[in-house]
């Protein structure tokens, strides 16, 4: 089972940017869809955005379409989010997750990562 360490997470003003960072343990992570989800507290976890094993097909929430780019680098084991135009909604804890399906549904994702904490003020 692929093991995955978030990083890149921070404080940011509304209208900033970041970019987090997944990386994957093991020889077998171009064989995973991988996807980002949040959790802001008091809520529950929602997806954010995911990726095909390849790297060829990208899905999005609505309400970071746009702002948001998902991609991965298999050479390096890594998936990455950017995040531009962030707001205040956006913050919650990050997790980057793996499937061995193409999905955007959380109940397919079996390996998750720590979370990574990302803070937007107004």
């Known amino acids: 089972q692929v093991q995955l360490v978030e990083s890149g997470g921070g404080s940011v003003q509304a209208g900033g940017s970041l970019r987090l960072s997944c990386a994957a343990s093991?020889?077998?992570?171009?064989?995973?869809?991988m996807g980002w989800f949040r959790q802001a507290p008091g809520k529950e976890r929602e997806f954010v955005a995911a990726?095909?094993?390849?790297?060829?097909?990208?899905y999005y929430a609505d309400s970071v379409k746009g702002r948001f780019t998902i991609s991965r680098d298999n050479a390096k084991n890594a998936v990455y989010l950017q995040m531009n135009s962030l707001k205040p909604e956006d913050t919650a804890v990050y997790y980057c997750?793996?499937?061995?399906?193409?999905?955007?549904?959380?109940?397919?994702?079996?390996?998750w990562g720590q979370g990574t904490q990302v803070t937007v003020s107004s």
């Open positions: 093991g020889p077998t992570f171009s064989r995973y869809s």
């Open positions: 997750a793996a499937s061995w399906v193409v999905t955007t549904e959380i109940h397919n994702f079996g390996s």
């Open positions: 990726i095909s094993r390849s790297g060829g097909n990208t």
